[in-house]
């Protein structure tokens, strides 16, 4: 029904910088939430940023100041602007969005696949 299909990871070098993009397709009435999430190795799953549809946005404490997330209400893609980048960012990164099927249905949260980022030191 819907798909969230991420791009832009990568391997960078500390300091660098990355852009990561999910883009949602399919059976969409509309958006509410979207939001990057990022699951180290051995760690919990953990919220990067968020931002509703008027833009109203959340950033995790590790990451204010150097990650800035945005989104395209008309083409349903939301990005995250990743710069200064530390190798404690090494993560696989998640797409997010509460997504509404119809106009009497509630918001459902769908996942993207994950694309890996890695920064060396």
């Known amino acids: 029904q819907v798909q969230l299909v991420e791009s832009g990871g990568g391997l960078v070098q500390a300091g660098g910088s990355l852009r990561l993009s999910c883009a949602a397709s399919?059976?969409?009435?509309?958006?509410?939430?979207m939001g990057w999430y990022r699951q180290a190795p051995g760690q919990q799953r953990e919220l990067v940023a968020s931002i509703l549809s008027g833009g109203s946005t959340n950033y995790s404490d590790s990451v204010k100041g150097r990650f800035t997330i945005s989104r395209d209400n008309v083409k349903n893609t939301v990005y995250l602007q990743m710069s200064s980048l530390k190798p404690e960012d090494t993560a696989v990164y998640y797409c997010n969005a509460d997504v509404k099927l119809a106009w009497y249905t509630n918001p459902g949260p769908y996942w993207g696949q994950g694309t890996q980022v890695t920064v060396s030191s």
């Open positions: 399919g059976s969409i009435f509309s958006i509410n939430g």
